[in-house]
């Protein structure tokens, strides 16, 4: 049986219509090993380091970009007597994709196990840091438009970078498509963008021309849940940013996020977040702490 270190599930902001936190940290002694099961990028602005992801190592220090998959092992050293102090983003995979198409930049998460990281330096350095400080301006702030621009921000960011790793390693994409993981994230994208349809494993089976035992095998190999636990937990998670961010009632939110009827999404979101739909909504609203 695989092991899998900490395993973290939230992130300031998740149950909200733009599910995105950005904070700065200072790392005396480093990170211990963990992953999750939303995406995140980092950006070193001082001090001397190293990164494993997945157990393969590379250094960090200020200009360092580092772009982490969902259910990634990672782990963050500082040498001694030099501080990392870095970015970090966490953000949900439904940002990388444009409404209504599936389309956006979560192709780029097909190439991101082979090079998570990119060396900046120089003018082009100093245009990722300019972009990443300006997000975490709007990020604090309480402007108008501040989740478009943000939504931006990210965008741009991850373009930058993607162009970065392309200059220095041309052959990334012939590289990441012979990887044994490379077919998984198709699928994951597909359940990201289908969940709230009636989804089965037969239909993945279908769409991807492989059996139902080998995509439940991948699912389970790289989420640690079954294929039925990781539908839930997306479902359960676009509930939460609903109740917590609209007017919409119970019943029209179980609707949207693909639940037949209101009995049988009370009973599922009881057993993930401890209370009923409406006890989470209202919690929120007193700004209670909430579950997870």
């Known amino acids: 049986m695989t092991y899998f270190p900490d395993y973290f599930k939230t992130y300031p902001n998740m149950n909200t219509s733009s599910p995105l936190h950005i904070s700065l940290n200072t790392l005396p002694r480093g990170f211990r090993p963990h992953r999750h099961d939303f995406l995140e990028f980092s950006y070193v602005i ?137 077919s998984l994230w198709p699928i994951i994208h597909h359940i990201h963008k289908h969940y ?29 849940q079954t294929f039925v636990h990781f539908l839930r937990d997306l479902r359960i998670r676009h509930a939460c940013g609903l109740l917590a961010s609209t007017d919409m009632s119970v019943t029209e939110i179980a609707m949207e996020v693909g639940y037949g009827s209101y009995k049988t999404f009370s009973r599922v979101f009881r057993e993930s977040r401890g209370l009923t739909p409406k006890d989470y909504r209202k919690l929120k609203g007193s700004q209670l702490p909430l579950p997870h």
């Open 46 to 182: 001082d001090g001397i380091g190293s990164e494993a992801i997945n157990e393969k190592k590379h250094p960090m220090s200020p200009g360092t970009f580092t772009f982490v998959l969902p259910y990634q092992v990672h782990e963050i050293f500082t040498t001694e007597g030099s501080p990392l102090q870095l970015y970090n983003c966490n953000f949900s995979m439904e940002l990388l994709m444009e409404p209504g198409t599936g389309e956006g930049l979560h192709t780029m998460i097909d190439l991101g196990g082979d090079v998570p990281y990119v060396q900046l330096s120089g003018t082009e350095n100093d245009r990722m840091k300019g972009l990443i400080e300006d997000m975490f301006r709007e990020y604090q702030g309480n402007q108008p438009w501040r989740q478009t621009m943000l939504q931006l921000r990210l965008k741009e960011i991850l373009v930058l970078f993607d162009r970065a790793r392309t200059r220095s390693q041309p052959d990334i994409a012939e590289t990441s498509s012979s990887r044994k993981g490379a």
């Open 196 to 224: 709230q349809d009636d989804l089965a494993l037969s239909d993945l089976a279908q769409q991807f021309s492989m059996s139902m035992s080998r995509i439940s095998e991948l699912i389970k190999e790289t989420t640690g």
